[in-house]
C-alpha cells in the first residue's frame, strides 16, 4: 500500500524536476586531472591537457592519452572543473617537453640539468616514472608528496623556473577555460586541488572558484607546500577572495583514506574546536565529496550495522609506499558518522562543523571526465585497457578494478554559469551520484497541506541542504521526495530516508527508512524491504528493468520525531543491479570473473542532508 500511495504521491510532483524554484539540474565533475598534474603524467597521460578535458566533457570525440583511440562521452556534461595539483603545478609537463635549461646556469650545472631531464624523459618514457621520483625522495608518501618535496626541496635548485612553469600552466589554463565557456550551454570553471597527506592521511581538498582567466591572474593556486593545515587554506581564501571578488569553496574528498583525520572532533594541530573554527570550516566547506572513484565515503557496516547497503565500493587503501600498514577504519573517515559528529558538537559549540552537503566526481587522472559503467577509462591512464587492471600496483594494493567508475555532481542551480553553480554549493543544494544521472529532488516544511507538491514545500520550507526549525509547529516536519531513473541507466529499486539524531545525554543514532520502492514487495517485520531480484546475466552482463521503477516518489514523516531532538535527513535512491566495470572487462577477455571487485552493483544518488534545529 505504501508503495502504491509513494508512486501518486510522485506523479503530483514529478513536474518539479523542470520548474521547481526555477532552478534547473546541471551535471558534471569538479574533480578531474590532467597532464598538468604530476601523478597523471607519470603514469601514462602526457597528452590529455585541459582543452582535451573540457572537449570531451562537452561531448567532442578526443584522443585517449595512453591507448591512442578515439574516445568520447556518452552524455555531455553541463559543467566541468579542471583541478590539477597545486604542488608542482605544471612543472613534469615542461620539464619533460622543454628540459630542465637555466640560461644563466655555468657549464658544469648546465650539463647536470641536461642530463637530470635525459633521466625523466628516460623514466616517465618507459613507465618508470614514479618509482624514479619516490627513489629520488624515497620518504615521500605517494606521487604528489614526491612532487611536492622535489619541488620545494630540489626544484628550486635544479630548476630556478619552477615557479614561472607553474605560473604559465594556471595562466594556459584560464585562457583554456574562458575558451571553452558558454554560459547556459557549458560551464568551463577554474580550480585546482590542495593535496596534503600527513602520514599518509589524505586531507585533499579541491578548490573550485568562479574565476574567470582576467580575475584567476591575479592569484596562485594555494598549495600544501606552503602549508599542510586546512585552516590556513581557509585563511587565504578568505584574504583572496576579499582582495579579488572571486568566490571560492574547498571540497574534502576521500575521507575514506584520512585516517580518522578529515571529520576528527579535534583540528589538525590537536586543538579542540572552537565556535569561530567550526564556522570558518562550515563557510569555507559547504560541500564534501562523498563518492569517487577511489571509493563510496558515505559509511560502513561497522558504523551503520542495521544498514544492509552500506558496504558499497570500499576502498581499504592508503596513499602510501609501505602497504604493511593495514586500513583501519574511523568514524571521522565517512560522511554519515560526521554529520552525526556534527550534531554532537553543535550542541557543545552552538555551531555545526560538519553541516555540509555532498556531490560526487571523478578524480580522474586521464583528462576524461569518465563515469560511466560501460564507458569507464580508469582513474590513470594506463587503465584503459582492460589487461593492465591487475596489474602496474604496488603488492596488496589497489588495480584499476578494485577502482570504482564513478561519480557525478548535481547541481539545482539559477543559470549554468560559474557564478550560480559556486552558489549553488555554497548554499548545498547539490547532490552525489556514484555515476547515474538519476533525477533526485528534496523538499522539507512544517505544515504542509497533505496534498502539497515539491514547489508549495520549497515555497513554505527548503530543499535539499537547507536549515528548519519548528518555530512553534506541531508535529513532525514532511519530506516530500521524487526520483526518476537516468534513461541510459537502469531502473530504481527504492528510495531512502538516512535519519541522524542527537539525545539529550548528547549521544547521536542513525536510522535507514525505505519510504518507495519498485515492485510487489512488502516490508518485513523488521520494516526492511526485501531485495529487488538481481537479472543482470553474468555471461553475457546483459539485465533486464522488468523489477524496477522508472520513477519513484514519497511524502514522508518521521515516526521517530521528538521536537526536541536536532537531527538530519536526507535520501539515498538506489537503481536495480547491474554488471560493474570489472565483470564488463572479464566478460571482454574472455574470464569467468574479474579478479577483483563484485561482478554487480547498485548506483545509487546522495542528497544533501536537510537538518532539523530545535
Known sequence: ??????????????????????????????????????????????????????????????????????????????????????????????????????????????????????????????????????????????????????????????????????????????????????????TALLGWEWSTIPGGANLHRVVVSDADAETASEFMPFSSVTSPYPEDLWAWLESTSAETGVNFVAIPHNSNISKGQMFADQTLRGEAFTAEYAETRARWEPVVEVTQIKGDSETLPEFSPDDPFADFELYPWYIQQDRAVAYEPKPGDYIRPALRTGLALEAELGVNPFRFGVIGSTDSHTGLSSAEEPNFWGKMAYDSIPENKSGRTIAGGPTGWTMQAGGLAAVWADENDRGAIVEAFKRREVYATTGSRIALRLAAGFGLPDDADVDAALEAGVPMGGILSADGQDGAPMLIVSASRDPQSAALDRVQVVKGWVDSKGQTHEAVFDVAWSGDRAPGADGKVPPVPNTVDLKTGHWTDEHGAAELGARWQDPQFDPTQAAFYYVRVLEIPTPRHSHLDAIALGLEAAAEGPPTIQERAYSSPVWYTP
Open 1 to 186: 500500500m505504501l508503495k502504491r500511495v509513494a508512486i501518486f504521491f510522485f506523479m503530483l510532483v514529478v513536474g518539479a524536476f523542470v520548474v521547481a524554484d526555477e532552478r534547473k539540474l546541471l551535471w558534471g565533475d569538479t574533480h578531474l586531472h590532467t597532464s598538468y598534474s604530476f601523478d597523471a603524467f607519470l603514469n601514462g597521460n602526457q597528452s590529455a591537457d585541459p582543452d582535451v578535458a573540457y572537449r570531451y566533457a562537452r561531448g567532442l570525440p578526443v584522443i585517449h592519452p595512453y591507448n591512442r583511440t578515439r574516445v568520447q562521452i556518452g552524455t555531455p556534461l553541463d559543467f566541468l572543473v579542471v583541478t590539477d595539483h597545486a604542488e608542482f603545478y605544471g612543472g613534469i609537463r615542461d620539464i619533460y617537453n622543454d628540459g630542465i635549461n637555466d640560461p644563466d646556469a655555468g657549464l658544469i650545472d648546465g650539463l647536470l640539468q641536461w642530463y637530470g631531464t635525459r633521466q625523466i624523459r628516460q623514466a616517465i618514457d618507459e613507465g618508470e616514472g614514479p618509482a624514479y621520483f619516490a627513489d629520488q625522495l624515497p620518504k615521500a608518501e605517494d606521487p604528489v608528496d614526491a612532487a611536492s618535496r622535489w619541488s620545494d626541496d630540489t626544484g628550486g635548485r635544479l630548476v630556478p623556473g619552477v615557479e614561472l612553469s607553474a605560473s604559465n600552466a594556471w595562466a594556459r589554463l584560464g585562457k583554456i577555460a574562458d575558451s571553452h565557456n558558454a554560459p547556459g550551454t557549458f
